[in-house]
């Protein structure tokens, strides 16, 4: 337990130190931060691991140290302005809504622990194959089992076995806690990214509806990958959009070390941002995300047997299956918007935000972001190798809820209105300069 | 903001409207525990069976939990492996098994559940 507890402090050190060494301060670098730093704790065990085959507390050493160097250089946190309390009715039914949330996630934790079908099949499976054979990473990612896809990145179940290691035994707590983690600190981020751009009531109308949203249990009880990546775009986004493209790289270089698509979020940030804030800023993001996409670039060389998918797709192929599809694909997006069981009212909500409110929305990075990974997409499934309604009906949720927090977070920022201006004398901090005036 | 809310309470409902669908005992299913007392020396690779007649998604959950119990060994579907476990809905099955496929019963879990080796 001193082992685990050693690791956890040192995750959770390191993820806020990185955030307010970019000025973040408050709810959001405390949970952002939180769930920041247990993906740099597996990313850190992990490259251990691959480089050299060394399972002890080395990697939470590491962490401290690169903690302890960014809080030193920390900026001076300025005084938070006072703002508008939100209404009371709505905390209550946040709080409730929280929750509601939790005891369901713990009754679902207590009934089926070992978590979903992926979850056992190749996340968790992978982390028991990871604590049983550090030594033997061929038989870890051996490509003898392509349904257990060993070429996916390997930052959860590096997190997960670290967390077995430190605890020395395969337990199922272990799995359930950083789940649980991840969907607390996504909510929790959400609402304080909102908040503090548009007010403490928007910030907890956001996280109501993320709340609200049933694919967030499903995921979280199911202890599922897409979880931990919608945390890490999340972070990305708030951050891009706030001026600090480094830290946002290095999120969005963590989500593409947690699930193939991460990389294509990755891609699809930098050509926002490069668009909305230039090509200095856009470096800076690459810049950031670097030393984990080299990880990553390392994993995929020289352990990871082919991707199925790519390994199946030719240009030609994709060209010439694309156009008859777009009908199917099109379809599988609007029954999304009627899945009751997966998004509630929350996704058509927010469709109905944009098509009402787009002539007044505000310019924002976080909604070309969204716009640029919804048309990707929709690409995947018209180009898939897989027949396409099939390969719709056992993923798109998934994938559309790695964007879903982001994508609140954008309708939140685009439509709703800042709040009033803070009497004279006092700061506003409601929201952040633009980026290049800092 | 009331909109917002609006959309998010049907969400939490029926996310309440599932646990009362399923409630029942609290107990706790672990699909390991049927492999309890079955071991494969250290990075062996083992081969799986079950049932012949299993529908084609009942045969591969048990084929993934299996390799869930076992990891990091890794298991094989057939019997081309010197060991091999069977893991099958009628325990009589694995006479069969052993018959056609020259194996030997080693160790025995739940029923329907065993290891087996190669005569």
Known sequence: MIRLAFACAAALFCGVAVLRHAGQRGLFAGAAGAALGLALSGAAFSAGLLFLGATGAAADAVLLALAAALWAARPRAGKDSPQAPAPRALTVLVGAAALVVCALFLEHGIRYPEGGWDAMAIWNLRARALFGAPHDLRLVFTPELPAQHSDYPPLLPALVAHGFFALGSRTEAWPIAVSFVFGACCVAALGSAVSNRRGPTHGLAAALLLLGTPELLTLAWNQYADLKLAALVLIAVVLASEGHCLPAGLAAALGAYTKNEGLLWAAALSAAILAAQGRREALRFVAGGAPILLLLAYFKLRWAPPNDLVAQTSLLGALSRAPPRLPIVARGFALQLVDFGKWGCALPFVLACWLAGWRRRQRTLAAPFCALSLGAVFCIYLVTPQDAAEHMRSSMDRLLFQLWPALVYATFVAFAKAPSPTPPGTASRASPPPPGTR | ?119
Not at chain 2, 30 to 59: E, Q
Not at chain 2, 76 to 101: F, S
Request: glycine share 8%.
């Open chain 2, 1 to 119: 903001m009331v909109l917002a809310a609006v959309a998010a309470v049907p969400g939490v409902a029926r996310d309440i409207s599932v646990y009362f669908w399923k409630a029942g005992p609290l107990r706790t299913t672990r699909s390991a525990d049927r492999f309890a007392g079955l071991t494969l020396p250290p990075g062996a690779k083992a081969g799986f069976l079950a049932d012949a007649d299993a529908k084609a998604g009942d045969a591969a959950r048990r084929y993934y939990e299996a390799l869930y119990a076992f990891a990091p060994s890794v298991l094989l579907p057939g019997a081309g492996a010197r060991l091999v476990v069977a893991d099958v809905a009628d325990p009589t099955e694995i006479g069969r098994l052993c018959a056609r496929y020259r194996l030997h019963v080693v160790a025995r879990a739940a029923p329907g559940v065993a290891l087996l080796e190669r005569d």
